[in-house]
DNA sequence: GCAAACCGGTTGCATATTGCAATCGAACGT
DNA sequence: ACGTTCGATTGCAATATGCAACCGGTTTGC
């Protein structure tokens, strides 16, 4: 236990690691937007720098939360890995997401994954995490294997509202 | 829904309100801390100073997460007030603190009450916020009036630790 | 075989945020 | 009357962020 930290309180320390605008996001885009490449979490709905992309990177590495490899396929690539530390917080993120959903103005296409994952509770945040650990980490978890994935479920949620509210905006029914 | 927002992802809003070192501590302290006025923040486990304090207030009022009013015994003094805005970070609270005590160097003290706060569960979470409600909102539950509170629990608890802790230090059993 | 696009970053620089310590005037306790 | 407490505010240095241009190597398309 090194002493550079504010307090051991849970709560403070998370917030030293992710106590920032853009940490939990690159985690985010990892977990729900199944994105591995730097090139790939540079084009956030946010936008985030490449700088910042890069500092951030180099911490959660630094930290535990992400490692590193090269791409076999690709000598310059590199492939940015979940390790279990950063898949256990997808309990906070469904929380979180589902807190912002209630208070904050969010937008429906955005917050569809969201109310799905509130709505498939617990057991379903299981199952993400076991398919996160398949591809992550690549543990097979011994429970069933058939389901089409809890990721490309919430996908194509995603895309059903984007595309629906494609079709509203081309022919309006207002 | 005004446009200043980077997107409109609940996480990302989320992290536009809290995605800073300190907001989430101030919360932490009022939920778990019962702390309602200025002086009482400022006093933290990790040494916030009286400007972020200050600022930090001004926003978490402006946003809704919290009121300010007068404290009638005291015409300088000011309380503040959680809102059902803030009151509802309870579960994300518990799944944070849950997540930091398995990973992060806590001290045992300053984690026993995510510890017992995990293992009651979402059951102790709603007596948690229906407790903060007759505090904090003046709303008093219709459910069960007569349990010895939830944060009282929590605090004891930790007072335990401590004692614990200075009788080992003063008579050390190693 | 060659140019264009793509790869994970780095650099320089302007702006914004934070940390720290001292201080404020009003109100309170004694 | 006097020191303390109240919720802040101020000035200033240090740090973090945002932005855009750029880097050398790699791969793709033709």
């Not at 910042?52 to 310059?76: C, E, F, N, W, Y």
């Amino acid at each position: 236990m090194n002493e550079e930290h504010r307090s051991g309180c849970p709560i403070n320390l998370s917030l030293e690691v992710f106590g920032d605008k853009w940490s939990l996001l690159i985690i985010r885009d990892m977990i729900f937007g199944g994105k591995r490449h730097f090139r790939e979490l540079l084009r956030s709905q946010e936008g985030i720098s490449s700088n910042i992309l890069a500092d951030r990177l180099k911490m959660l590495v630094q930290i535990g939360m992400l490692t590193k490899a090269d791409d076999p396929s690709h000598k310059q690539k590199a492939i940015y890995s979940l390790t279990e530390m950063a898949i256990s917080l997808v309990p906070v993120l469904a929380q979180l997401g589902a807190w912002g959903r209630v208070w904050l103005p969010v937008s429906e296409e955005l917050s569809i994954r969201a109310k799905l994952l509130e709505e498939g509770g617990p057991a379903m945040w299981e199952a993400f995490m076991n398919e996160l650990r398949e591809e992550h980490l690549r543990i097979v978890a011994d429970t069933k294997r058939d389901a089409p994935g809890v990721r490309a479920h919430l996908q194509t949620a995603y895309e059903a509202v984007v595309a629906r509210k494609q079709a509203e905006a081309g022919a309006p029914t207002t």
